[in-house]
Every structure is written in C-alpha cells, then in structure tokens.
C-alpha cells in the first residue's frame, strides 16, 4: 500500500475488515500505542502498533496511515459497523468549515468517497505547505492532529460539531502550554520558540483568548486530559530533560487535571523514552541548525521516495537522453546555468508523471532537487559510473 497513491484508503479499510486492528481495546491501549508510534508528538516513527510495514515510508506518509486508523477507532467505539466511516468523517469536516472559506473549501461540494477522503487528509497534514516553512513547525502542526481525533469524539456523540469547538480546543491546548512554559523558572531560546510556533501552528489564527483556569474547567474526557498532560511534556522537555523545577509544574497541572501522580509520571518518562530511543530520527529544534536539519531530514524522504518508484524513474531517465548526458557530465564537472535549468526542468516534467513524486511539484520543492541528482546514479545504467571513473 501507497499512501502517496490513489486508493490508499481504500486498501486500507480492506486490510482492516480483514485482520482488525482495534478488537475490543480500551481507550488507554488505544491512545498508548498512538503516542507510542510518535502521532501525539507531531514525530510519527512508526505505524501505530507496528500495523503495516513503515521502513519504505515517508513520515508525511506514516502520520496519514495513524491518523485514518486513530479516527477508525473512535468510530469504532460509535459504531458497530464501518457502513458510513468515510462519509462520517466527511461529514465531520463539513461542519467545522461550513459555510467559511478553508483549505477545504474547494473539496468539499465533492462526493463523499475514499476519494474526497484522501484530499482532506492530505490538505490537513500541510503536505501542500512551503516545504522550508514546514520544517520550522511541523512537529508542532501535526501534534495538533489529535485535536481532529478529539473533535471527531464528540462529533460522534452528539451528531454535531462546531468550527467554534476546535477553535476553543485549540486556545485550551495553547494557554496551558504556555502557563506550563512560563512558569519555568528559567525559560530558554527554545521555549521561546517553542510558543511562537503554538502560536503560528494552530489551524484557526484567531484572537479567541482564555484564562488558565477556564482553559483547565474544559476538559472533559480521559483522552483530552491525556493529551494535554503529555503536550505540556513534551513542550517542558523540550531542551532535552525534565528538571525539578519542570517536574514540579507538571505534577501541579496533574493535580489541577485530577489525575495521579502515577499519571503524570508515566507521562514524563514516555517522552523521555520516546525520544531516547528515536532520537535519530526525530529532529529537535534545540538538537541542530535548522536549515541542517532540514536537509537532513529531505535526504531520508528523497531517498524513500527515489527507491519506491526507482523502475519508473529509470524508465523516464532513459527515455530523456539530454538529461541523462548532463546528468552525466554533472559527476565529473559543474554544469553552467542554462545546463541546470535544463536538469531541473526537465526533471521536474518527469515528476510530474509519476503521482507519489508530485511533492518536488509544491513551492520549495526544487529545492530538493540537488537531493535527487545525489541518489539518481544509482538508477542508471553501468555506463554513467564507468564515464565517472574515465573522467576521474
């Protein structure tokens, strides 16, 4: 399954109905493994309980598989058959935009089908965004994911949902954050920053404003009060630990929140562990240079994206003999300008051919394209390795 290719979700569903994921689990087995596979944090390592295979996938491409299969549970929890889960969660985005201009507004006088699904899906995870801007606040934009799963629970109970509900969804998440950051004793660049990008994250730029108090009185069920707790850690860990200081504040919201101590602790040492154990794989603000990082983290997607569709793109490059000349002749010397428009034009006509490709399409997509050319030898015939070593 491709969930950079039309269908997916339609595969998906099918794999479901055949080997269940979600048989009778409870509400908390449900919500450890989403914040075990890194959905909770914005970091998505893995599909949630190691469902599908995730080694030849994308993180864009894993955060959409955890987050169909997050609504699947709750829906499942609503309902005893999946006859209506794709025009339900349709429905669902209806009526939080309706009758407002949104990133969804020119989808949604669609048929509901897996198809319009797929659109909505892919627009909310900001694939569509600035590449480069993306990696600033990515993690923070997708953490803010579960506030869909959240909203979709209450969808469900009351057959009604409001835009005006996740707006003050959102304003809880941010005011408790920032109480939590701001109470530190001394706040760093990164908390600064990590405010900032809450600020900037939230799907509805709004002035809507509440108190700490107001904010805490709002949340209603276990999932919510899970969610904030592990948000508020995971933006206190920020700068890689969680000192007394930290922890004492943590265990105040915990009180305020009326969970355990217990609570509050396995919170604290799930985010410690998660990124212990992933922590190359998950790039952190405070870890490294931020443009670094973002190639660093475009190198492992191009590389993904390059072996997945490599007998396509063989294919294409073979058909395209100029681009495979300066293709080339770009191992062995530096091509002038004209000869690079060339190589990224003519690129670029190929990806457009090939749909899981189309990301290099989006604006700041050519700048992956000194990327492409890095992993495109080994597509190649013999011959382009041999010219390499005769010019050398």
Aim: net charge negative.
């Amino acid at each position: 399954m491709n969930p950079s290719a039309n269908g997916w979700i339609k595969k998906l569903l099918k794999l479901l109905e055949e080997n269940p994921l979600w048989n009778h689990d409870t509400t908390n087995n449900f919500y450890k493994a989403l914040r075990d596979s890194g959905f909770v944090y914005g970091s998505n390592i893995g599909v949630v309980n190691n469902y599908l295979e995730s080694t030849d996938y994308t993180e864009e491409e894993i955060c959409k598989v955890n987050f169909l299969l997050a609504f699947h549970f709750i829906y499942k929890e609503h309902c005893t058959t999946d006859d209506n889960f794709v025009e339900s969660i349709i429905n669902f985005y209806t009526e939080i935009n309706a009758h407002k201009p949104s990133v969804f507004s020119e989808l949604l006088g669609e048929k509901k089908n897996t198809a319009l699904l797929e659109k909505i899906i892919h627009k909310r995870i900001q694939i569509d965004h600035n590449l480069i801007d993306r990696s600033f606040n990515y993690f923070i934009t997708n953490a803010l994911l579960f506030t869909d799963i959240l909203a979709y629970n209450v969808f469900l109970k009351k057959h009604t949902i409001s835009e005006r509900f996740i707006q003050h969804l959102e304003a809880v998440i941010e005011t408790i954050v920032i109480e939590v950051l701001n109470s530190k004793s001394k706040k760093t660049k990164y908390d600064e920053s990590l405010i900032d990008l809450v600020e900037q994250s939230k799907r509805y730029q709004t002035n809507v404003s509440i108190s700490f108090d107001e904010a805490l009185t709002s949340i209603n069920t276990n999932l919510e009060t899970y969610y904030i707790l592990d948000i508020a850690c995971m933006a206190t860990w920020g700068d890689l630990k969680i000192d007394d200081n930290e922890e004492t504040i943590l265990k105040q919201l915990g009180e305020k929140l009326k969970v355990k101590n217990t609570r509050v602790e396995n919170s604290m040492a799930a985010i410690q562990h998660f990124y212990s154990l992933h922590k190359d794989k998950i790039a952190l603000l405070s870890s490294k240079n931020i443009v670094k990082t973002f190639y660093s983290n475009s190198s492992q997607m191009v590389s993904k994206l390059i072996s997945r569709n490599s007998k396509r793109l063989q294919k294409e490059l073979r058909e395209s003999k100029e681009l495979m000349i300066l293709l080339t002749q770009s191992t062995v010397r530096d091509l002038n300008d004209d000869e690079q428009k060339k190589v990224q034009d003519q690129l670029l006509d190929i990806f457009k051919s090939i749909p899981s490709l189309a990301i290099f399409m989006l604006p700041g997509g050519a700048l992956l394209l000194p990327l492409v050319v890095k992993f495109i030898p080994k597509l190649l015939p013999s011959s382009f390795d041999d010219n390499r070593i005769e010019e050398d």
